[in-house]
């Protein structure tokens, strides 16, 4: 019987997507990739985005199964005999709580979910045709903000939290590229695109009241380019606009192409932080 989307919470339906993606691997045969796929195989995010009734459900189910399985080291090495089969019978076994949820996304699990499938369900063209109005959005100030707000995320603890969250527009952009019929031919755009959504992420991701001025400063900058996407259809001015009040156009000073604010200059050691929510 077909899921209602609507029925249920959250945890539910992404359980229920789960064991019914178990189910297809059984029938099918799980691929490690779909290089190797023969005949009927899938691979694992290939079953789940194939029995998602909900846009971006598939991209959360992958996480958790990730982040719980990895955990506890219970599933063999790929290598190993028997491994597609474990796969298969932990992702049948699984089961997604509230709490495992909160535990993976933070205390803002429930807008993250929600932000999710908004991202998921502008169609490829759409995100680039709209990202290439936005461009460049790579400027200083663009930077500076990420820097601010993967500090905060530190400092509270939380920067697994945050970084997987935001991880999760990376699945869905990434799924283009491994598409033959969705390849972006403007990589420029692509870039602004994906970056938009992470940027997106970044804020949604910190589930909780920024503390101080210069950090809701910081918030605005970086959601105002999704803001600006995903609020009209077809006023480009609007677009620009927005773009221009964020600060998203180029800056006189641009950043220097060798820093990447996402992956210079945090505290490695706060990477697989323990989480006290």
């Known amino acids: 019987m077909s899921l209602d989307p609507t029925a249920g919470s959250p945890a539910q339906r992404l359980t229920e997507l789960a064991h019914r ?10 691929a490690w990739g779909p290089a ?4 009927t195989q899938l691979t694992f995010d290939g079953a789940l985005t194939r029995t998602a009734e909900v846009p971006g459900d598939a991209y959360i189910v992958e996480d958790v199964f990730s982040w719980r399985s990895g955990r506890g080291s219970v599933l063999p090495n790929a290598s190993a005999p028997g491994a597609k089969e474990a796969r298969v019978d932990y992702l049948a076994r699984l089961e997604i709580t509230d709490a495992h949820l909160l535990d993976q996304f933070g205390t803002g699990w429930e807008q993250v979910l929600d932000l999710n499938t908004e991202i998921n369900s502008i169609p490829f063209e759409t995100w680039f045709s709209r990202a290439a109005m936005l461009m460049p959005v790579d400027t200083e100030q663009r930077n500076r903000a990420w820097a601010a707000v993967r500090d905060h995320a530190q400092q509270r603890g939380r920067y697994r939290q945050w970084r997987d969250t935001i991880e999760l527009a990376t699945l869905y952009f990434q799924a283009c590229l491994d598409s033959p019929d969705h390849r972006p031919a403007d990589l420029h755009a692509f870039a602004a695109a994906q970056m938009i959504g992470r940027d997106a992420m970044a804020v949604i991701a910190l589930g909780e009241r920024a503390p101080d001025a210069a950090l809701i400063a910081h918030l605005d900058q970086l959601i105002a380019p999704w803001r600006a996407l995903a609020g009209s259809e077809d006023d480009r001015i609007a677009y620009a606009a927005a773009a221009r009040q964020s600060g998203a156009i180029a800056s006189d000073l641009p950043a220097p192409d060798s820093y990447d604010p996402e992956l210079d200059d945090y505290d490695l050691s706060l990477e697989d932080a323990v989480i006290d929510d």
């Open 21 to 30: 993606a178990a189910e297809l691997l059984r029938v099918n045969g799980l």
């Open 36 to 39: 190797v796929a023969t005949g």
